[in-house]
């Protein structure tokens, strides 16, 4: 009887394991999604030419995607470094409008 409450004791523990694993596994696949749209090569463009800029060194920028849209989010330090970067952004071939969330600290 004692190893028949242990296997019970495992099994129930291995269900409660399996269903916090499926409740979570919806979060990695938008993060995944968030980051193919970050991670395009129109947005490495862009991300790399805010990278290259030396009145942008060291800004934690972030560039998303959405059609013919830049988003940028992220911290500046200054309120010409945000306008910068949205002109940089502005400046790719393949963007028609910028959102620009960029923060001043």
């Known amino acids: 009887m004692r190893q028949r409450h242990w296997f019970d004791t495992l099994m129930m523990g291995s269900v ?4 916090l694993l499926v409740g979570c596994a919806d979060t990695p696949v ?16 862009i991300k790399a ?3 290259e800029a030396s009145d942008l060194a060291g800004s934690a920028i972030d560039v998303d995607l959405e059609g013919d849209r830049a988003i940028l989010s992220g911290f500046v330090e200054t309120s ?3 306008e910068r970067a949205e ?4 400046d790719h071939e393949q963007v028609n409008a910028v959102e620009n969330n960029i923060t001043v600290k």
């Open 16 to 19: 409660l394991i399996t269903g």
């Open 87 to 90: 002109a940089i952004a502005r």
């Open 30 to 45: 938008k993060e995944s999604a968030r980051l193919e749209q970050q991670d395009s090569a129109e947005a490495v463009q």
């Open 80 to 82: 010409q470094q945000r």
């Open 49 to 51: 030419r805010l990278l």
